[in-house]
């Protein structure tokens, strides 16, 4: 399973990202997927998720209204569409997929996804 995050680099406050993670080798029409971020320092959290259907999304409290998460099957490729970006959005951003097929739920758990990108910088200047 590859998965290929794109679409980071640097941008003003208030400005707007859509990063892009094209998954291979798995049938990406099946699996949940998630997006996670690590800041220098911190631990990487949960920023959202949206399961096998695109029927379920799930964001982080620090992301909701600003952040959306949208999956193309025909293209094997998620999307998050980020908004509004401020200089705490600042982090090194990973795209996952869920170890499990048809899960009508999202997971903000790490050990639920089991293959992930290799990440994408997103830098916010103030």
């Known amino acids: 399973v590859q998965l290929q995050a794109s679409g980071g680099g640097l941008v003003q406050a208030g400005g707007s990202l859509r990063l892009s993670c094209a998954v291979s080798g798995r049938i990406f029409s099946t699996y949940g997927m998630g997006w996670f971020r690590q800041a220098p320092g911190k631990e990487r959290e949960f920023v959202g998720g949206i399961n096998w259907t695109g029927l379920s999304t799930d964001y982080a409290d620090s992301v909701k209204g600003r952040f959306t998460i949208s999956r193309d099957n025909a293209k094997n490729t998620v999307y998050l569409q980020m908004n509004s970006l401020k200089p705490e959005d600042t982090a090194i951003y990973y795209c996952?997929?869920?170890?499990?097929?048809?899960?009508?739920?999202?997971?903000?758990?790490?050990?639920?996804?089991?293959?992930w990108g290799q990440g994408t910088q997103v830098t916010v200047s103030s």
């Open positions: 996952a997929i869920r170890s499990s097929r048809f899960e009508d739920g999202v997971s903000r758990r790490q050990p639920e996804y089991d293959n």
